[in-house]
């Protein structure tokens, strides 16, 4: 893909899948053989949402490219997009001008469960590789192709082929529905807030979560990433209406699988598992998705 | 700058208010924050807000020279889709009940509407002049829930005026105020036999972006911020965390 990032790196700047120390990260890169296959150890919700920043200036927002997202981590800011974009001004300038190159794994990682969210392979991209031996079979979108005019695309037959052998290699969990079996008064909320620290680690490593804090810092107007895990993330001058971590840590859950799916018809949720394992104390989602509420 | 009561004030600034009834803007004192406070005067007059100082921003308003405004922001009362209208507001919930009838008599529609207001004691009531002007023209009822020197009028809790209304069952009924308050008025009202499909309620969660996005006003599918503040009592009651 050599060819493309060098046609594309004369009107972007080049970001990339890096290994640094040990740890995969985002960063600047010069050419397409530095960037890594391997799943970066923070999503890169960065690129469009700013753990901290200023909210009286946008700046002009220079052209991005960032290559080797994973699939689970891009699927984040589609799901995004449908409450943030066109409504948060740095989102949908930063959006406009990002072009993402994400790769479908070709196996399945330990953990992750993105199959039963439709991954690996993304309907929507704006480049998707997939890799096969030495050369990537690549789907490019209409606004992209232009960087692709000498390679040779997929009609996605292959994309397709591929995404039903991985599904049978990671059985999709029973998600559909979940809206409905879910229960507001199940023991499943006491017993995950009987361990949780309400630390927000599963927030802030979800590539779908988008909520922020705004205040104010000397001449500054701040936005920072927010968790509704944390206490006050809901109190105001009429009280709180979620004082109890188990009700902020039920109002996780039901935002990403009831009122996200009841709203936009999307749950929200990638199945990356990143929340998995960076939580602390061993709370995982899927049993939020598993859970036999009937028989509580 | 108005003293309204012990920590009520009211300000006025020289813009023209371009929201409707309802709808909240966010003002900020810069170096401290921001604070959603619901517009209390009529859509085209002067902006005005009555402000009840109860955190760090509110209680510095008063004494900062300039503030910061953006908004408007949410939806407003929807007095448009009907004829007549029992708006019932406790405590500070009543500034958007006065814009409301601002808005209704500038379109010289004052007559379909009946206000109801409650406060603790006679010296929480906000607007004392304005009320007795009301008094004379409109049909605005008061009572107190506890009476300090000198109070003629009425006492008891707010959801007992619904009964001394003459606008008729057909009514809509637009309620703002303390959760308790607003249960209590819903209850009284489907009493009385008021529609229920004809209940508002406007709902004070923490907002912050204004927008819809930044999530701590989300309850339910509904982000208040931007699909509220006013929902319709149907919606309300389906959903456990709208009631406070």
Not at chain 1, 60 to 84: H, I, P, W
Not at chain 2, 69 to 92: E, F, L, Q, S
Not at chain 2, 194 to 210: A, H, P, Q
Request: with cysteine; proline share 4%; glycine share 10%.
């Amino acid at each position: 893909m050599s060819e493309a990032f060098i046609a594309i790196s004369k009107d972007f700047e080049m970001f990339g899948s890096v290994e640094r120390e040990g740890e995969i990260i985002f960063d600047r890169v010069g050419e397409f053989d530095e960037i890594s296959e391997g799943r970066s150890r923070y999503a890169p919700k960065e690129f469009l949402m700013q753990r901290n920043e200023n909210v009286l200036l946008l700046k002009q927002q220079e052209k991005k490219a960032v290559f080797g997202v994973m699939s689970c981590d891009l699927k984040g800011f589609y799901l995004m997009d449908k409450q943030v974009l066109g409504k948060d001004p740095f989102y949908t300038e930063r959006r406009k001008n990002t072009l993402f190159a994400n790769f479908v794994c070709n196996e399945p990682c330990e953990g992750g469960f993105c199959t039963s969210f439709g991954g690996p392979v993304l309907e929507e991209y704006d480049v998707q590789a997939l890799r096969s031996g030495e050369k990537y079979h690549l789907l490019v979108s209409e606004k992209y192709d232009k960087y692709f005019r000498n390679y040779e695309r997929e009609d996605g037959a292959f994309f397709s082929k591929f995404k039903l052998e991985f599904g049978s290699k990671m059985e999709a969990l029973q998600v559909d529905g979940v809206e409905n079996r879910i229960t507001w008064n199940s023991g499943l909320w006491k017993e995950f807030a009987s361990r949780c620290i309400s630390c927000g680690a599963c927030n802030f490593s979800c590539p779908t979560c988008y909520c922020f804090d705004l205040y104010d810092d000397g001449d500054e107007r701040k936005r920072e990433w927010d968790s509704c895990i944390l206490s006050g993330f809901t109190s105001s001058s009429a009280g709180n209406n979620r004082k109890d971590l188990d009700e902020r840590l039920r109002q996780r859950f039901y935002h990403k699988f009831v009122y996200f799916k009841k709203s936009k018809d999307e749950y929200l949720c990638t199945g990356c598992n990143r929340c998995v394992e960076d939580c602390p104390v061993g709370i995982d989602i899927k049993e939020v998705i598993n859970h036999n509420y009937s028989g509580e | 700058m108005v003293v309204e009561t012990r920590d009520v004030y009211t300000i006025r600034l020289s813009a023209i208010n371009e929201g409707r009834s309802g709808q909240f803007y966010m003002i900020s004192v810069p170096g401290v924050g921001e604070a959603p406070i619901s517009v209390a005067s009529g859509f085209g007059r002067k902006i005005e807000f009555t402000i009840r100082d109860i955190g760090s921003v509110t209680a510095r308003i008063r004494h900062s020279e300039t503030v910061g405004i953006r908004g408007p922001y949410g939806n407003g009362w929807p007095w448009t889709d009907y004829d007549k209208i029992i708006a019932v507001a406790g405590g500070i919930g009543f500034p958007p009940v006065r814009s409301l009838l601002e808005e209704m008599v500038d379109l010289g529609r004052g007559k379909d509407l009946e206000v109801l207001y409650g406060a603790r004691s006679p010296s929480d009531l906000v607007y004392k002049k304005m009320l007795e002007d009301w008094g004379n023209t409109l049909d605005v009822h008061i009572t107190v829930d506890r009476v300090d020197s000198g109070w003629k009028g009425k006492v008891g809790f707010v959801p007992s005026l619904l009964e001394d209304t003459h606008l008729g069952k057909e009514a809509a009924v637009f309620i703002i105020g303390p959760p308790l308050m607003m249960m209590n008025t819903v209850k009284e009202a489907l009493r009385l036999g008021f529609s229920e499909d004809r209940m508002y309620l406007s709902l004070e969660r923490r907002m912050e972006c204004g927008i819809g996005v930044c999530g701590h006003c989300n309850v339910g599918e509904f982000y208040v911020c931007e699909d509220g503040p006013i929902f319709p009592y149907s919606k309300v009651k389906e959903s456990p965390e709208l009631f406070l």
